[in-house]
């Protein structure tokens, strides 16, 4: 089981920065994977990027490479977000599964995570 509690998002002018955090709960020992998604109303929910708890691998969308960066803490993935454009502006949730990398990879792909926390609310205004 994992639980998730999502904070960071806000309004920011294009150019700025917003962070990220997802603080997880863990009850599973070992394999899982933490990402973030993002939705705008009405269009389909975009995978942003993913890591494996292990630290080893993270996997980020063409649309926010160079710009987006995760970074892992005790029980937490956090997303920094720089350079932001005004097409970032989305609700963002983080996520969670259990497997290996190539197993999340493909769930990551497919914005089918298992366990979903609350979204938070990015806005970038130009």
């Known amino acids: 089981q994992l639980q998730k509690v999502v904070s960071g998002g806000g309004s920011v002018q294009a150019g700025g920065s917003l962070r990220l955090s997802c603080e997880v709960s863990i009850y599973v020992p070992n394999r899982y994977c933490l990402g973030w998604f993002r939705q705008v109303a009405g269009k389909e929910r975009e995978a942003v990027a993913f890591?494996?708890?292990?630290?080893?691998v993270d996997h980020y969308a063409d649309s926010v490479k160079g710009r987006f960066t995760l970074s892992q803490g005790e029980e937490a993935l956090y997303l920094q977000m720089n350079s932001l454009k005004v097409e970032d502006t989305a609700m963002y949730y983080c996520?969670?599964?259990?497997?290996?990398?190539?197993?999340?990879?493909?769930?990551?792909?497919?914005?089918?995570?298992?366990?979903w926390g609350q979204g938070t609310q990015v806005n970038v205004s130009s």
């Open positions: 890591a494996t708890w292990a630290g080893s």
């Open positions: 996520a969670a599964d259990i497997g290996v990398e190539s197993y999340c990879y493909r769930k990551w792909t497919n914005s089918a995570f298992i366990y």
